[in-house]
């Protein structure tokens, strides 16, 4: 039986040769093709569109790094209690850290994890972006400036922590799960 991906039946449309490759690259990296990948596969122009935009945020250059990315992910899906993300990026958490203890707690209560100064100023302006957006101030901004972030950073925060509250609505209206994999990574 095949793992279900989402609730959706959609099946995958017809990809270009540069999609397969990067679906093979995965599968040579990761040892997976992520299922939030395979669920956008209907579409290879949102598929390009979601993946652009993920490379960039995570993987691209920015004063972040990249454990501090996957921390943002994981914060905002634990206020959003999205499975998905929780997973598969509490598996980056562990793998980044490290520290599959750091990682649990992250994703179950990030506020009672050890954490510099500066990730608790960067993970309380995600957070707050995520729970009370309205509510945004400049002194929110002040407060990571205070911390060492540059005005560039402070875009990447909050970009990040956007992308994360839109996928995790995504996958929970279409109920995406993750690949059965991330459960065992970084154990």
């Known amino acids: 039986m095949t793992e279900k991906i989402t609730a959706l039946d959609l099946p995958t449309g017809d990809l270009s040769d540069a999609t397969k490759a990067y679906f093979a690259k995965c599968e040579e990296k ?3 093709v992520p299922n939030v990948l395979l669920a956008y596969a209907f579409d290879e122009k949102k598929l390009r569109a979601f993946t652009d935009t993920y490379n960039d945020l995570m993987l691209g250059e920015s004063g972040l790094s990249k454990l501090e990315r996957e921390m943002i992910a ?23 850290s490290g520290d599959p203890a750091f990682g649990e707690m992250m994703a179950m209560n990030w506020r009672a994890a050890a954490l510099s100064p500066r990730q608790r100023a960067m993970l309380e302006f995600a957070v707050k972006l995520t729970e009370a957006p309205a509510k945004m101030v400049e002194e929110d901004r002040q407060a990571l400036r205070a911390a060492g ?3 560039r950073d402070i875009w990447d925060i909050a970009a990040t922590a956007a992308f994360f509250n ?6 929970a209206a ?5 690949n059965a994999e991330y459960h065992a990574m970084a154990r």
């Open 30 to 32: 990761l040892g997976l």
């Open 149 to 151: 972030f540059s005005d």
């Open 166 to 171: 839109m996928s995790n609505r995504l996958a």
């Open 174 to 178: 279409i109920d995406m799960r993750p």
């Open 74 to 96: 994981v914060a905002v899906s634990s206020i959003n209690q999205c499975y998905y993300c929780l997973t598969a990026h509490g598996a980056a958490v562990r793998q980044l």
